[in-house]
C-alpha cells in the first residue's frame, strides 16, 4: 500500500527528470513531448495527467528542480565562505565545472530562449536569478561587515555583475567547450574578485 | 533586366531578414517555417529554392546578417577608441542599450540553445565570439602599447571576460528588461574596466 501511495510522486518526478535532460540538450521549444516520455519510459496519457500543457511542466521542472540544483551549486555553499581567498577559489571551482549539461547552463539557456517571449517561464527564471543575485550581494555584505571585502563596494551591483559574468561563461562554454577557455574566465574573475578585497 | 537580375538576391536577403527576426523572438527551434515566410510575404517554394532547410538558413542568417551587425556594434567602433574613458563610456552605451531583440542578445541566445547540439550552428556562432573577442584583446593590447592600459593585463583573458559579461548582460536582460538591472551592470563593468588603467 505504501508504494502504491507514493507511485504518484514518483511518475511525476521522472516526468520531470526527462524532461530536465531534454530541456537542457535541445532548448525548451526543441523538447517535444513525444521524447520526455520515451525517455521516463511513459505514456503521454501518464505525462497529461500529471500536467496540462508542455509550459505547466517545465515551470514545475523550474521551481522543483532547477532552482533547488542552483540553490545546491551556488548558494548554500556561500554561507561557509569567511575570506576572499574562499570567494576565489569557490568562483574558480565553479567557473572549471561548467559543462553544458548542468544547472546553470540550462538556467542561462532557458532565459535565453524563453523569457523575452514567455512571461510564465521568465517570471519562474528570473526568481532563480534574484535568489542567486541576493544571495551573493548577502555575502559580500558579510564581508564588508567582517573587514574582507572594501567598504567602498557596492554588493548589490557586484553581485549582478558576477551573476552576469557567470551566466556569459555558462554561454561561452556552449559554444567553446574546451578546459583553456574556462580557465581563462577563471583567472579573469579572480583578478576582478580580487579589487573587491579590503586594503 | 537589372532588377530582374537582382530579384533572386532580394527575394534571398527578405528570408534572412524574417528568419532572423522570428529566431530572435522564438529562438531557433521555435520557429517554424511556416511563420518565416508568412513574415517575408513568400511561400514555402520560394524559401527551399534558396535554402535546403532550417539549418542552412539559419547558417546564412548568422554569416550574412548577424556577423556583420555584431561587427558594426562591436568591432568597428573600438577602432575609434583611445583612452580608458572612451572604453569605458563606450562600453557602457553598449550595455544601456542592449534589448531582447538586438544582434548580442540573438548571438547569445541562439548560442544558449542551439550551440551544445548542433556542430555546424556552434562553429558558426564560435566564430562571431572569437572575432569579438579578438578584436576586443586587440584594442587592449593597444592600450597597453599606448600607455593607458596597465603594462600586467593579460589582453586575451580580459577580453574573454568582457565578452562573457556582456553575453551574461543580454541574458539578464531578457529575463529581467528593466532599465535599472543595465544601468548596475554597466556600472560593475565600468568599476571593472577601471582596474585595467595603468597607474
Redesign the interface.
Given at each position: 500500500m505504501k508504494q502504491r501511495k507514493k507511485q504518484p510522486q514518483i511518475t511525476r518526478q521522472a516526468i520531470l527528470e526527462a524532461a530536465g535532460a531534454e530541456f537542457s540538450?535541445?532548448?525548451?521549444?526543441?523538447s517535444g513531448l513525444g521524447s520526455i516520455v520515451t525517455r521516463a519510459e511513459l505514456t503521454k496519457g501518464a505525462l497529461f495527467h500529471h500536467f496540462p500543457d508542455k509550459r505547466a511542466m517545465a515551470a514545475a521542472w523550474i521551481e522543483d528542480h532547477l532552482s533547488p540544483a542552483l540553490a545546491a551549486h551556488w548558494i548554500t555553499p556561500l554561507e561557509l565562505i569567511g575570506s576572499l581567498d574562499a570567494l576565489r577559489a569557490f568562483c574558480r571551482t565553479r567557473c572549471m565545472e561548467l559543462t553544458?549539461?548542468d544547472a546553470t547552463?540550462a538556467l542561462?539557456?532557458l532565459?535565453?530562449?524563453?523569457?523575452?517571449?514567455d512571461d510564465v517561464l521568465?517570471t519562474a527564471?528570473?526568481h532563480i536569478?534574484t535568489h542567486w543575485r541576493a544571495a551573493l550581494a548577502d555575502l559580500l555584505e558579510r564581508g564588508k561587515a567582517d573587514g574582507w571585502i572594501h567598504r567602498s563596494i557596492?554588493p548589490?551591483?557586484?553581485a549582478?555583475?558576477v551573476?552576469?559574468?557567470?551566466?556569459?561563461?555558462?554561454?561561452?562554454t556552449?559554444?567553446?567547450?574546451e578546459e583553456n577557455?574556462l580557465r581563462?574566465?577563471a583567472?579573469?574573475?579572480e583578478?576582478?574578485l580580487e579589487?573587491l578585497r579590503a586594503q
Open positions: 540538450i535541445h532548448g525548451y521549444a526543441g553544458p549539461g547552463s542561462v539557456s532565459t535565453a530562449e524563453t523569457a523575452a517571449s521568465g527564471l528570473e536569478f557596492q548589490a551591483s557586484e549582478a555583475f551573476v552576469s559574468a557567470f551566466a556569459g561563461f555558462s554561454v561561452t556552449r559554444a567553446h567547450p577557455a581563462t574566465c583567472t579573469a574573475l583578478a576582478y579589487t
